[in-house]
């Protein structure tokens, strides 16, 4: 099929636009924005900066991507917002451009769900088939694993990172890392289960959630330490790779500053 373009859209003669792209009424389009095949922006989307989107997307109203980042040290360095394949943008998501302050890039991966309000800062990194609901923000460089789940009204802290297949309850305050696999809520947010419906849903063999169960309760109920948790799932042979990766993750956090592991970069 043809691209099309409404012509109450203005898009730039230099923007790259793939086969079977649809440009409702009332888009921008900058000249530095490239738009994957089949990908759908309603109306009233604006994309300006150096945006490059790939293919399937679905855009609805009122979104704007690639705006500059909400950054009082940015002056206007080429950064760039890149987006993955087959995501759905709900109505007035926000994605701002990176600053220089790392690699330039503002990510997110294939797969996403983003509803109405979504706002994701500059410098995050979002991967693939993460689901954020209504009004949910994320802080500058954040980062966001695969399969997670944010609920709506959610703020999160600048560079904390929400791990995979996590879900965070609605109306939390994120000031720490959370763990990947746990359900996590509060303001703060505190890792209060296994996240075993995503568990399931996603084929993780029942032996695995209730080791992942066993880690939680060691070291989020018992709190013996993650020294004596890590000792205790290895005698009982329960350290399955996913219980390594809780580990390695929570090792990473302790490295930071205020639990969030990436804080790190910070300090001189």
Known sequence: MATRISNLASVDPRAEIGEDVSIGPFCVIGPDVRIGDRTVLESNVVVKGRVLIGSGNHVHPGCVLGGEPQDVSYHGARTCVMIGDDNIFRECVTINRATE??????????????????????DCKVGDRVIMANGTMLGGHCHVHDFATISGAVAVHH?????????????????????????????????????????????????????????????????????????????NGTMVPEVENLFAFIDNQVLGRHGRGRDRRKVA
């Open 159 to 235: 560079f904390t990172s929400i791990g995979s297949y996590s879900f965070i309850g609605g109306l939390s305050r994120v000031i720490h890392d959370s763990p990947p696999y746990m359900l996590s809520e509060g303001i703060p947010t505190r890792p209060r289960c296994v996240n075993v419906v995503a568990l399931k849903r996603n084929g993780f063999p029942l032996a695995t959630i209730r080791a992942l169960t066993e880690a939680h309760r060691l070291l989020y109920r018992s709190r013996v330490g993650v020294e004596n948790a890590r000792e205790i799932l290895k005698a």
């Open 101 to 122: 302050k790392e690699d330039g890039i503002t990510r997110l991966g294939n797969k996403c769900f983003l509803m109405a309000n979504v706002h994701i800062a500059h």
